[in-house]
């Protein structure tokens, strides 16, 4: 195992499109509700633009401006039903939806082989702003969740990425390590890294996709294959 990473006792991990593939569970999940329900809709534009609405709504809970997962669920889809013209029962889709997204519980690839091995030298958290009521059955279907300590859920608790509410809360259940001891692990900059970087623990942004962006992340990873392999610290 590389020094970098041998620096930390505890690795917090973002869970959706860090370690599970979010995109493809929605993806999965967002047709099949429409195909149940009987909604017309064309399947080449149809992903982003239900993704377009979730992202922004997201954003929205992360700054505050949305104060709750609740106002989410109902929000995505009545401006789904607005675009489609559908008629159907907006609270029925909801339900449906989020039932069929907590049984994809796919992982990205290499996922599991790199946290197995972590778990050998490292003590792991996950820590997700996801509703409990995808989080937990999608956790309890995966093999991965055997080697994490504890997993924080946002709505259990009643705080979100990036307050310091939540990392407050990790602390106590990792008995107040010292900060230099943990490292945030998150593709979110705002939630994951930002997060990570205001409650004053260093951050790596996985950023699979390679985006150019500006980012004060202590480390940046591309593969997660990198977790096992030595990374370089990101100028700052």
């Known amino acids: 195992m590389h020094n970098q990473i041998n620096n930390y006792k505890w690795l917090i991990f973002d869970a959706d499109n860090t370690l599970f593939d979010y995109d493809a569970a929605e993806k999965n999940a967002l047709l099949k509700t429409l195909d149940d329900a009987n909604i017309a809709y064309q399947r080449d534009t149809i992903i982003p633009i239900y993704h377009k609405i979730n992202h922004k709504l997201w954003m929205q809970f992360e700054t505050g401006e949305i104060k709750s997962q609740a106002e989410i669920k109902q929000k995505r889809t009545q401006q789904l039903f607005a675009i489609l013209n559908a008629k ?62 504890h997993i924080i859920i946002s709505e259990q608790i009643g705080y979100s990425k990036p307050s310091k509410q939540i990392f407050s809360h990790a602390f106590e259940l990792m008995n107040q390590p010292a900060k230099a001891e943990v490292l945030m692990i998150g593709d979110n900059l705002g939630s994951d890294v930002q997060g990570g970087i205001n409650y004053g623990i260093d951050t790596i942004w996985y950023n699979p996709h390679r985006k150019k962006v500006q980012h004060n992340a202590t480390y940046e990873v591309n593969d997660l294959l990198e977790f096992i392999k030595p990374f370089s610290r990101t100028p700052i």
């Open 88 to 149: 159907s029962d907006c609270d029925a889709f909801a339900n449906d939806y989020i039932i069929n997204l907590s049984n994809n519980a796919q992982l990205l690839k290499n996922a599991l082989m790199v946290i197995a091995k972590l778990a050998t030298t490292h003590k792991l958290i996950i820590m997700t702003n996801g509703m409990t009521s995808v989080q937990v059955p999608r956790f309890e279907r995966s093999p991965i969740i055997q080697y994490f300590q």
